[in-house]
């Protein structure tokens, strides 16, 4: 059980970014988003290369002194994709548990689904679209179930090593890979989650600095999507930090993260998505530390 008075500590080892929250009494109270992309060259060599083993190593042990600097009274750490595929992703696990004393928990494809819907449905009924660094889950709940859970192993990360943003290598790569998520249930309000999403809902607000309030719960139809997507498609990285103020790391794979989202959206008939910022870093929290979950059918 939740106690108001507890100070918890989360970090997700992402194949793009580690992130971590320090979380009590119902509320964020701090939030780190580092880039690292652990998951760089996967496609190729299905192992973690060194520089990224190390580079994200020394992130996550970062991140856990500064959470226990602000008095988190329990630390969790997950992983997600990467983790779970690299041939060495366990020697990861076993380095982060070496070095910070924190045992790292390796969610399956259908539990990350499970707790980007937690993050930001939190038991509600309705669906989630998570393109993340390595995979891109589905999942959807009707009458307090989840009817439909596919986690593919396909992410922007994954995307921009294989593709670039050469379009025609994208649209072959997806298309041969959406058959995998059989037949997605429709007439369900979608979410769309990670730095995908809400790099798309940050574009759409044209604010000049990113602010949460502006992106989460923003719906964007794939109308939109497309128009981001041809004006992304016509600049640089760089001209993309500068004019469209993105991160540089994100800006570097965007394109793919962008054109996946597209094409799901288009073989499944969703017509909008909407942006949230809660996703699977806060739905693992309410999992684990307190006891929420979907029922499954």
Do not use: W
Not at 159 to 179: M, P, S
Not at 260 to 277: A, D, H, P, Q, Y
């Amino acid at each position: 059980m939740m106690k108001n008075n507890i100070k918890y500590g989360v970090v997700d080892i992402g194949s793009n970014s580690v992130r971590a929250i320090l979380y009590s009494g119902g509320k964020i109270l701090y939030k780190a988003v580092i880039t690292t992309r652990l998951g760089e060259g996967l496609t190729f060599t299905g192992r973690i290369c060194e520089s990224a083993f190390k580079r994200t190593l020394q992130t996550v042990k970062n991140c856990v002194v500064t959470l226990i600097s602000k008095y988190a009274d329990e630390v969790l750490i997950f992983a997600t994709e990467t983790v779970r595929s690299a041939s060495n992703g366990q020697d990861f696990a076993n380095a982060v548990k070496e070095n910070t004393g924190i045992s790292v928990d390796v969610v399956a494809g259908d539990e990350e689904g499970e707790i980007g819907l937690l993050g930001a449905l939190n038991g509600k009924d309705g669906g989630i679209i998570d393109i993340g660094g390595a995979s891109a889950e589905i999942v959807a709940c009707k009458g307090g179930k989840i009817v439909y859970s596919h986690s593919l192993p396909l992410g922007a990360v994954r995307l921009f090593d294989a593709c670039g943003e050469n379009l025609q290598k994208l649209d072959e790569t997806i298309e041969n890979k959406l058959d995998f998520y059989g037949e997605v249930p429709q007439y369900v309000d979608y979410h769309a989650i990670g730095g995908t999403a809400t790099t798309l809902g940050f574009i759409d607000s044209v604010a000049e600095k990113y602010d949460e309030k502006l992106v989460d719960g923003r719906e964007i139809s794939i109308d939109k999507i497309e128009e981001i997507l041809k004006t992304l498609t016509s600049m640089t990285v760089d001209e993309r930090v500068e004019k469209l103020r993105i991160n540089p790391k994100r800006a570097e794979i965007i394109v793919g993260g962008v054109y996946m989202l597209k094409k799901i959206m288009e073989r499944f008939n969703i017509g909008s998505v909407k942006i949230s910022e809660s996703d699977n870093l806060l739905g693992y929290l309410r999992k684990r530390a307190f006891g929420v979950s979907y029922a499954k059918e």
